[in-house]
């Protein structure tokens, strides 16, 4: 997956970015991950097309990258947990949440036309949310049930009646290319310890 991923900042005496100028804070490092899980799962978007599989109308399109987004970000929260404080956690996957929200909107209305895209998105994030917590993620990453929900749910998305293979295919050969990404720009951005490979 070619995905060029920004982890460092410009060293530059850009306005409000002098060397030696003020500490990145936590938000600040939420945002770039955030940009960063976008260009992730839109990357995997683009694959899953190039592969043939259908995406017949805006409101899949809009599920599917919702479904993809969802998975990256509890991904980045488990990878997380017990490596930085709760408040910063709390903070962490808030932010994902809303740059990613706003990200989504500004996105899909340009492909799609004005629309309420902020608020399903957010709906299928908490509801995500809830499925991912009972599935298994451990030091080497997310256990198969936890693939498994994200392919059902990708597959959902997708309508997938003429995708029938869409779920090995996600959890096989999207999944981890992504999750590698991820860990690394995770590890980059944020200094903890990721799982190395997926």
Known sequence: ??????????????????RGGREKTF???????????WKIAFATYQRLEEEEFKFDTGPQITASLTEIVAFLIQVVDRTVFGQIS??????????????????????LTELLGPGDYRQPF??????????????????????YSFL?????????????????WVVEHVMEIEAPPALKLLYKTVAEVLGIKAPQSA
């Open 27 to 37: 938000e600040d490092r939420a945002n770039v991950l955030a940009h960063n899980v």
């Open 86 to 107: 709760e408040e910063d956690r709390k903070t962490l996957v808030e932010v994902l949440g809303k740059r990613l929200a706003a990200t989504i909107d500004d996105n």
């Open 1 to 18: 997956m070619a995905v060029r991923i920004k982890s460092k900042w410009h060293h530059t005496k850009r306005k409000g970015n002098l």
């Open 148 to 164: 498994r929900l994200f392919g059902d749910s990708l597959a959902q998305a997708m309508a997938a009646a003429d995708n029938k």
């Open 122 to 143: 957010i709906d299928t994030l908490n509801r995500r949310f809830q499925g991912y917590a009972q599935c298994t993620y451990d030091d080497k990453g997310p256990g």
